[in-house]
């Protein structure tokens, strides 16, 4: 019986009539800063930006080396979309991609762009679940062959051909594997194939979607009641049965959960010192570094670049969050005296490294005080807590609203 290690080497072999292996390059900038040697799997340098192809080209693949020549059809908004529209150009073979109605244009171009005229794209749904049921029910309906993007034998074992490249390119195995998790194609793909190894591994997933997390305390699949979107690649409610089954005996406590705020940090960070363009998931692995410093010194580390489809239009809401995160950039509400003087009494509060980025105020007729919007850039932490002490010591009430997730959608 042919192992399982076998397989993803032949699909990996069978992969390189599409692609060369993606690189495995040392990060000195990072090396320094941790004192290991840390590499990163750039998968984000794959003709669709990410590793999806991988698994959607060995489960169409597979599927046409038994007779399948029906349509094939997918539900997805993003990188499992670009990777099917690839394979479906590659085998000549037609596809229909189902993608929400909210999908942004630049992932719908890309799409349309890899597949030619071997595939449909249908906007359907303002919810995933709602675009899933679409895809489902036209499978049903024509006999189409649904596509998966994580929760199949065939996309799981594509994705271990990462492993495979891993293992040649660096020429052994690496003490420690960091990989993101959405629905855990990767990350149960490069377990499954290191099994005989003795790699210590670590799964990300941000903390507005722990579902593996979740399901290893539980020792049992859970769907999580809600998943913040923001880490769109890694946004999952509940991870892949196939994928659960061969991550099940992995530890809770191997599980980090990033913050989504630090992922931006770690976002600029990678974009203005190395140049490189990454999207939130495919940040997560990066960024758990922060986290496992003081296991990894003196060790070599493999952290998985998984995706880089970043639109541009997200960077001033990723500058944004990364601001915050680092507390660099606060939000109040300040009530001002309705008095003459009042705004210069505060202005002259201001510290010389302090920055009004937002002010919103209008003057109401009959009150003694108004309400201010105020967006305050500082160079660092502690002017806050320095700017605060003024304003409280000069008798201006305030709140801070940085925090407030709700509040924060309309600023």
Same mark, same amino acid.
């Given at each position: 019986?042919?192992?399982?290690?076998?397989?993803? *080497?032949?699909?990996?072999?069978?992969?390189?009539?599409?692609?060369?292996? =993606?690189?495995?390059?040392?990060?000195?900038?990072?090396?320094?800063?941790?004192?290991?040697?840390?590499?990163?799997?750039?998968?984000?340098?794959?003709?669709?930006?990410?590793?999806?192809?991988?698994?959607?080209?060995?489960?169409?693949?597979?599927?046409?080396?038994?007779?399948? =020549?029906?349509?094939?059809?997918?539900?997805?908004?993003?990188?499992?979309? *670009?990777?099917?529209?690839?394979?479906?150009? +590659?085998?000549?073979?037609?596809?229909?991609?189902?993608?929400?109605?909210?999908?942004?244009?630049?992932?719908?171009?890309?799409?349309?762009?890899?597949?030619?005229?071997?595939?449909?794209?249908?906007? *359907?749904?303002?919810?995933?679940?709602?675009?899933?049921?679409?895809?489902?029910?036209?499978?049903?309906?024509?006999?189409? #062959?649904?596509?998966?993007?994580?929760? +199949?034998?065939?996309?799981?074992?594509?994705?271990?051909?990462?492993?495979?490249?891993?293992?040649?390119?660096?020429?052994?195995?690496?003490?420690?594997?960091? =990989?993101?998790?959405?629905?855990?194609?990767?990350?149960?793909?490069?377990?499954?194939?290191?099994?005989?190894?003795?790699?210590?591994?670590?799964?990300?997933?941000?903390?507005?979607?722990?579902?593996?997390?979740?399901?290893?305390?539980?020792?049992?699949?859970?769907?999580?009641? +809600?998943?913040?979107?923001?880490?769109?690649?890694?946004?999952?409610?509940?991870?892949?049965?196939?994928?659960?089954?061969?991550?099940?005996?992995?530890?809770?406590?191997?599980?980090?959960?990033?913050?989504?705020?630090?992922?931006? =940090?770690?976002?600029?960070?990678?974009?203005?010192?190395?140049?490189?363009?990454?999207?939130?998931?495919?940040?997560?692995?990066?960024?758990?570094?922060?986290?496992?410093?003081?296991?990894?010194?003196?060790?070599?580390?493999?952290?998985?670049?998984?995706?880089?489809?970043?639109?541009?239009?997200?960077?001033?809401?990723?500058?944004?969050?990364?601001?915050?995160?680092?507390?660099?950039?606060?939000?109040?509400?300040?009530?001002?005296?309705?008095?003459?003087?009042?705004?210069?009494?505060?202005?002259?509060?201001?510290?010389?490294?302090?920055?009004?980025?937002?002010?919103?105020?209008?003057?109401?007729?009959?009150?003694?005080?108004?309400?201010?919007?105020?967006?305050?850039? #500082?160079?660092?932490?502690?002017?806050?807590?320095?700017?605060?002490?003024?304003?409280?010591?000069?008798?201006?009430?305030?709140?801070?609203?940085?925090?407030?997730?709700?509040?924060?959608?309309?600023?």
């Amino acid at each position: 019986m042919t192992s399982f290690q076998e397989l993803a *080497q032949s699909t990996c072999l069978k992969i390189r009539d599409l692609f060369p292996e =993606t690189p495995l390059q040392k990060n000195e900038y990072l090396s320094n800063i941790y004192g290991a040697e840390i590499y990163l799997k750039r998968e984000d340098l794959s003709p669709v930006r990410s590793y999806k192809i991988r698994g959607a080209f060995n489960a169409m693949r597979k599927a046409l080396k038994a007779g399948n =020549t029906a349509k094939f059809v997918c539900a997805s908004a993003g990188n499992h979309a *670009q990777g099917f529209a690839f394979a479906c150009q +590659h085998f000549g073979v037609k596809g229909r991609i189902y993608m929400p109605v909210t999908t942004p244009q630049q992932k719908i171009i890309k799409t349309a762009s890899f597949g030619g005229n071997t595939i449909e794209i249908i906007m *359907q749904g303002d919810y995933f679940d709602e675009t899933l049921e679409a895809a489902l029910k036209y499978a049903h309906e024509t006999g189409a #062959s649904m596509l998966p993007p994580y929760d +199949h034998p065939d996309v799981i074992e594509g994705q271990a051909s990462v492993g495979v490249e891993i293992l040649n390119q660096l020429g052994q195995a690496p003490d420690m594997i960091i =990989t993101p998790v959405g629905g855990g194609g990767i990350s149960s793909g490069l377990v499954k194939y290191f099994e005989n190894h003795k790699i210590d591994f670590k799964f990300c997933e941000p903390l507005g979607g722990r579902s593996l997390y979740e399901a290893l305390l539980a020792n049992k699949l859970i769907t999580l009641d +809600h998943v913040d979107n923001f880490v769109d690649g890694a946004a999952v409610a509940r991870i892949g049965d196939h994928n659960f089954e061969i991550l099940r005996n992995q530890k809770a406590s191997d599980v980090l959960g990033i913050p989504e705020g630090r992922i931006c =940090t770690t976002i600029t960070d990678m974009l203005n010192i190395e140049g490189i363009v990454l999207e939130p998931a495919g940040a997560l692995a990066i960024d758990a570094l922060k986290d496992l410093k003081d296991q990894i010194m003196g060790k070599k580390i493999v952290c998985i670049a998984s995706g880089g489809n970043f639109d541009f239009e997200r960077l001033p809401d990723i500058k944004e969050r990364a601001l915050r995160f680092e507390g660099l950039k606060k939000y109040f509400i300040l009530r001002m005296p309705q008095r003459p003087g009042a705004l210069k009494d505060f202005l002259n509060l201001l510290g010389p490294n302090d920055d009004i980025a937002r002010f919103e105020y209008l003057k109401k007729s009959a009150r003694n005080f108004g309400s201010v919007l105020l967006g305050i850039e #500082s160079g660092s932490a502690e002017g806050f807590k320095d700017l605060c002490k003024r304003m409280t010591d000069n008798g201006f009430t305030f709140e801070d609203i940085t925090n407030d997730d709700l509040l924060a959608q309309f600023f």
